[in-house]
T-cell receptor, first 115, second 115 residues
C-alpha cells in the first residue's frame, strides 16, 4: 500500500530556477491538494484539484502552477523560485464521500530551500 | 469562510496522565467534518481522529477521544494515559462539504510529554 508519495523529499535550489515537486497517489482519490507549511502560518492551501483536468486556486497560489492530466499525479511547479517559497510542501488526497469519512491523507512532505 | 482557533500554543503533560487540547471553530454550515492531526518532528501529518458533525456521539480511537459540542462550535481532544510518543504538534482541522472541500487548519498546539 504505497499511499501518497512525494518527490523529491529534500531540494535546494537557486533563486529564479524552475522547480517541480511531484505527487503520486495509489488510492484513485478524486481530490488532491497542495499545502505549504511555514512557521507562524500553519498549513495554507496553494492549489487543489477535484478531478483530472480540474484545478483551482487556494489561499496562496501566486508563483505556483499545477496540472493534473492523470488522476494519480498532481505536480506542483514553482516557475521562478523565490526565497519566500522556502517551505515544507505537503501533497494530500481524498475521496469526498461519507464512506471514506471525507478524510484527507497527507504525503510525507517536500522540504524546499531557495537560496 | 470558516476559521479554526486553537488557543493553547503549548501544553505539557506527564506520562500516564490525561491532557485535553482545545479547538473552536466558526462556520455557518450545518454539515461538515472535524479532524485532529498529529505532526511529530518528522513533519508527517498523521490522522488522529475524525468526527462527523451530524453524529452526536463523540468519536473515540483507543486513548484518544473528542468532546464535540456542535452548538458551542467546540471540538476538544482528550489524550488519556499519555505516552512519550504522543509528543508532537497537534492540529485541529475543519472540512467543509461545499466549495473547495479542503481543510482549514488551526495554528496548532505543541504537546510536551515528560517522564
Amino acid at each position: 500500500d504505497a499511499g501518497i508519495t512525494q518527490s523529491p523529499r529534500y531540494k535546494i535550489t537557486e533563486t529564479g530556477r524552475q522547480v517541480t515537486l511531484m505527487c503520486h497517489q495509489t488510492w484513485s482519490h478524486s481530490y488532491m491538494f497542495w499545502y505549504r507549511q511555514d512557521l507562524g502560518h500553519g498549513l495554507r492551501l496553494i492549489y487543489y484539484s477535484a478531478a483530472a483536468d480540474i484545478t483551482d486556486k487556494g489561499e496562496v497560489p501566486d508563483g505556483y502552477v499545477v496540472s493534473r492530466s492523470k488522476t494519480e499525479n498532481f505536480p506542483l511547479t514553482l516557475e521562478s523560485a523565490t526565497r519566500s517559497q522556502t517551505s515544507v510542501y505537503f501533497c494530500a488526497s481524498s475521496f469526498r464521500d461519507s464512506t471514506s469519512g471525507n478524510t484527507i491523507y497527507f504525503g510525507e512532505g517536500s522540504w524546499l530551500t531557495v537560496v | 469562510a470558516q476559521t479554526v482557533t486553537q488557543s493553547q500554543p503549548e501544553m505539557s503533560v506527564q506520562e500516564a496522565e490525561t491532557v485535553t487540547l482545545s479547538c473552536t471553530y466558526d462556520t455557518s454550515e450545518s454539515d461538515y467534518y472535524l479532524f485532529w492531526y498529529k505532526q511529530p518532528p518528522s513533519r508527517q501529518m498523521i490522522l488522529v481522529i475524525r468526527q462527523e458533525a451530524y453524529k452526536q456521539q463523540n468519536a473515540t480511537e483507543n486513548r484518544f477521544s473528542v468532546n464535540f459540542q456542535k452548538a458551542a462550535k467546540s471540538f476538544s481532544l482528550k489524550i488519556s494515559d499519555s505516552q512519550l510518543g504522543d509528543a508532537a504538534m497537534y492540529f485541529c482541522a475543519y472540512r467543509s462539504l461545499s466549495g473547495y472541500s479542503t481543510l482549514t487548519f488551526g495554528k496548532g498546539t505543541m504537546l510536551l510529554v515528560s517522564p
